[in-house]
């Protein structure tokens, strides 16, 4: 035991051991990096001591880039951050991520990307100096070199190479207002320029537009056939990370004066009411109307011009005739001509009514109620059950009446009440006619004592059904039908108490098997046997059996001499009876010999003694 634990004592030291060199030796390797990687930059600064004014002059540059993209965006701090940072970055001749904050405060990840650079400009030569004298000023920069290859990115995706980042800026705007007439096709440009390109975006009274309607690449929005329900205030909007640009026009849409619903020819008026002749022109901008008559003026001092709307008040007969209506705005006019037709006033008169009462015979048949009036002005007509409307009917007018139908396509128990028609005429005058609708019935068709019915509708063609309660025995008929007449079919049927079965009885038969209140059976023996007992029992009221179960008795024996097998005593039976057994009328059957003795044939009808 102590063997095994000593050798894993020592695993466990060697697993130590070995985990402490792995560790020593990945230090070294990062101590080694480290200072790889330094020698690496100080042998960079050192070979590059004359860029640094070219770099400060490239970053001047590039910031004063920086500088005028601020001003396009009217002094947006997000693109300066971002061109600083990279301005630096670059000095350091390396590849970045920056964030920097837009102008709603919210950070923005910039990737800054350097290409390996360019060659530089041949150097001036030195000037010849000696040592006594002083250093003379600089020369003049030289010529730029050639454009290095990209860089990298930090994915290590090869990146192209970013010569300007500027934020949106719209080149081409829309105007401010723009107005056209319906049925034109319209295009309306938003151009957009920036690094990264800008995603063009327009919106309709501020709802998003679907791109259908515009191309998001070039930024032109397109109406093939405009219509006036396009008008509204629309905003294009540039976008990419950097930030935004929006432009706005109104677009307004000109309509020429049209009918939205063409006026019919005639028009109805009537004398001493107020006439209404209406013109329904629509026209953006709106239609100045007008209103006149053929070689007649309008009625003096009994016309209002409303709208769109002429009214004459107190209309006279001599109103009758042709106007004119008329629309007119810069795009052109729309005009109608109406004929006013003036008729007396006849107040509605009933021509075609239904009966006062209406009976129907079937349940759930059809009912139709008809109803028809004149009138000047044709009536209008409305049906009615117990004082409320009821909207199922149909209604037809001519020259000068109007008929209509109400319907009950199922008539039931629910339809039964009082129907009217009801004819107006506007104020002029009314007239109503009613009529009962009711459903044949019968009535309580009765219920048997000790029995119930099943079944609560008496109307024609309805039946019920009874049965009697448990113990008791229904006699006649099980149901009852409505007839059209409003009587019922057969009778009530009756209940009556049930009696307990009478039991068989042995060596005889019963004769009945109805076991009720007032019926009764009769008993029978079988032939040898007599009854002893009553002959019938009658069932009570109670459900008891008058009297009791009767029996049926057998023969009678007496003791005999004659033994079985004995033959002697036959032969002499029959020498005594040879005598007389010529002569079988005189005789009497009394006695009959059987295995136990004498069997007496004693009956009410034979007499032995």
């Known amino acids: ?56 002059n490239e970053g001047a540059h590039l910031t004063h880039r920086s500088e005028r993209s601020v001003e396009s965006l009217g002094g947006s701090k997000s693109c300066t951050s971002c061109h600083s940072a990279c301005v630096q970055l670059f000095g350091l001749g390396a590849s970045a991520k920056v964030t920097t904050k837009i102008s709603n405060g919210t950070d923005q990840d910039v990737v800054c990307v350097r290409g390996t650079g360019r060659s530089p400009g041949a150097p001036w030569s030195p000037r010849v100096h000696r040592k006594d004298r002083k250093k003379g000023p600089p020369g003049e920069r030289g010529s730029q070199g050639q454009k290095g290859r990209p860089g990298k990115a930090f994915a290590g995706n090869t990146s192209k190479l970013i010569e300007d980042i500027d934020v949106p800026r719209i080149n081409k705007r829309p105007p401010t207002s723009f107005t056209t007439k319906e049925g034109n096709n319209v295009s309306l440009p938003c151009y957009s320029e ?45 976008r990419n990370f950097l930030g935004f640009e929006s432009a706005t026009v109104k677009i307004i849409v000109e309509v020429p004066p049209r009918f939205v619903q063409m006026p019919e020819t005639y028009h109805m008026g009537y004398e001493t009411w107020e006439t209404t002749l209406s013109c329904k022109i629509f026209a953006y901008p709106p239609p100045k109307m007008a209103w006149n008559r053929s070689f007649r003026s309008l ?64 349940v759930y048949q059809t009912v139709t109620l008809q109803c028809a009036a004149r009138g000047s002005p044709i009536p209008s007509l409305e049906w009615s059950k117990d004082g409320l409307v009821v909207s199922t009917n149909t209604t ?12 009950i396509s199922r008539f039931g128990p629910s339809d039964q009440g009082v129907y009217k028609c009801f004819f107006k005429n506007y104020e002029n005058g009314t007239a109503e006619i009613a009529t009962t609708a009711e459903l044949v019935g019968c009535g309580d ?13 008496y109307w024609a063609e309805e039946m019920v059904t009874f049965a009697c309660d448990a113990g008791y025995h229904l ?41 009720w209140d007032g019926k009764n059976v009769t008993y029978k023996c079988n032939k040898g046997y007599r009854l002893r007992g009553p002959l019938v ?46 002569l079988p009328s005189k005789w009497k059957l009394c006695y009959r010999a059987t295995d136990h003795g004498w069997s007496s044939m004693r009956s009410p009808y034979i007499s032995c003694e």
């Open 299 to 362: 009625p003096v001092g009994r016309h209002v011009v409303a709208g769109k709307d002429l009214v004459i008040k107190n209309t006279r007969r001599e109103d009758k005739g042709p106007f004119m209506c008329r629309g007119d705005n810069h795009l052109g006019h729309a005009y109608a001509l109406i004929v006013l037709v003036v008729n007396p006033v006849l107040p509605p008169v009933i021509t075609i009514a239904p009966p006062s009462v209406v009976t129907v015979t079937k």
């Open 194 to 238: 920036g690094f990264p390109k800008p995603e063009t975006t327009w919106y309709k009274n501020g709802q998003k537009l679907d791109s259908r309607n515009y191309n998001p690449v070039t930024g032109v929005l397109t109406f093939s056939s405009i219509q006036f329900g396009d008008r509204g205030l629309y905003k294009c909007e540039a």
């Open 1 to 56: 035991m102590e063997t095994v634990k000593t050798r894993g004592n020592s695993f466990l030291t060697i697993a130590v051991v070995v985990n402490i060199l792995f560790s020593l030796i990945s230090i070294g390797y990062l101590i080694v990096k480290v200072r790889v990687l330094e020698e690496q930059v100080i042998q960079l600064q050192s070979d590059s001591p004359n860029h640094t004014e070219a770099r400060g």
């Open 396 to 407: 037809s007018k001519s020259a000068d009446e109007v008929t209509g139908e109400l319907v």
């Open 537 to 582: 029992r009658i069932c009570k009221e109670i459900g008891n059996w008058t009297e009791e179960e009767p029996i049926c008795e057998g023969p009678e024996f007496e003791p005999s001499e004659i033994l079985l097998n004995k033959t002697e005593y036959w032969e002499v039976l029959k020498g005594w009876l040879d005598p007389v057994s010529s």
């Open 445 to 457: 068709p009765g219920v048997p004592v000790y029995g119930y019915k099943i079944g609560d509708n």
């Open 475 to 515: 006699e006649g008929p099980t149901n009852r039908l409505c007839l059209e007449n409003g009587n019922w079919s057969n009778v009530v049927p009756t209940c009556h108490r049930l009696c307990n079965e009478p039991a068989p009885l042995e060596n005889g038969y019963r004769i009945g098997s109805e076991f």
